[in-house]
């Protein structure tokens, strides 16, 4: 599979998703990534951009279980959510879509959850050693939460989950890899839509989950509300 494929370069441009849209959809992010994913689906005068007023969210301490994990970031993108629709700047009668995004390594029982790497200056050691311990020849997991909600009050949710296997170790590749910065305000440290695709040698699943908007789930979602 190519993994290394930037999915907005394999999707076509907006187009009505089935289901014509005349309702301006609110995007809860500040990601880059998830407006240019979400134009491809909606036209880009119907999205509307208007993240959290709170950064802050819950975080994953202390959670290894599988079921805790989604439970987690589901609870995570609905507050997003809910925050997002009570700003007085979102429109009464537009949709809210918020999403969150996390990866998730281990195995079953001591599963680790790896987010953004730290804003720090060590942060290399970091995400080097998430490399050399969870990613290097194993197979961790992308997962995306979503959720739409309705101005009646309606809201449809869902957890998306890609698998992504890595290559064997590549020490010079890794060096050269954490010495470009895109690992910086990276869920897991790494972007399979940008150079980090080096390292990818299989995905199963949702390439667009990965990089933070399974398109695939959200289509459906949209068309539930058309």
């Known amino acids: 599979m190519p993994a290394a494929t930037d999915p907005s370069k394999t999707m076509s441009q907006p187009t009505d998703i089935d289901h014509p849209m005349s309702r301006t959809i609110v995007l809860g992010s500040r990601s880059p990534r998830r407006q240019e994913l979400l134009s491809l689906l909606v036209p880009k005068e119907l999205i509307q951009i208007l993240p959290p007023s709170d950064p802050d969210e819950p975080g994953f301490e202390g959670l290894h279980d599988e079921a805790a994990i989604v439970d987690q970031l589901q609870h995570i993108a609905r507050m997003k959510n809910v925050n997002v629709r009570a700003r007085p700047e979102c429109p009464r009668d537009a949709l809210v879509l918020t ?50 909600s309705h101005p009646d009050g309606r809201r449809s949710e869902q957890v998306v989950e ?18 470009t910065g895109e690992p910086i305000g ?28 399974p398109l695939e789930a959200v289509r459906v979602m949209l068309g539930q509300f058309a």
Do not use: C
């Not at 440290?189 to 949702?206: C, H, N, P, R, T």
């Open 186 to 213: 990276k869920a897991g440290g790494y972007a399979l839509q940008g150079a980090g695709s080096v390292f990818i040698e299989q995905v199963d699943g949702s390439l667009s989950n990965v990089v933070g908007l």
């Open 99 to 148: 999403a969150d995004t996390t990866i998730v390594a281990g195995t079953l029982g001591a599963f680790v959850v790896l987010g953004q790497p730290p804003s720090t200056p060590d942060w290399q050691a970091t995400v080097r050693e998430w490399f050399n311990r969870h990613y290097f020849g194993q197979t961790h997991r992308a997962m995306t939460a979503v959720v739409l």
């Open 162 to 179: 890609t698998r992504v296997t890595m290559r064997a170790t590549d020490a010079v590749h890794l060096d050269w890899y954490l010495n």
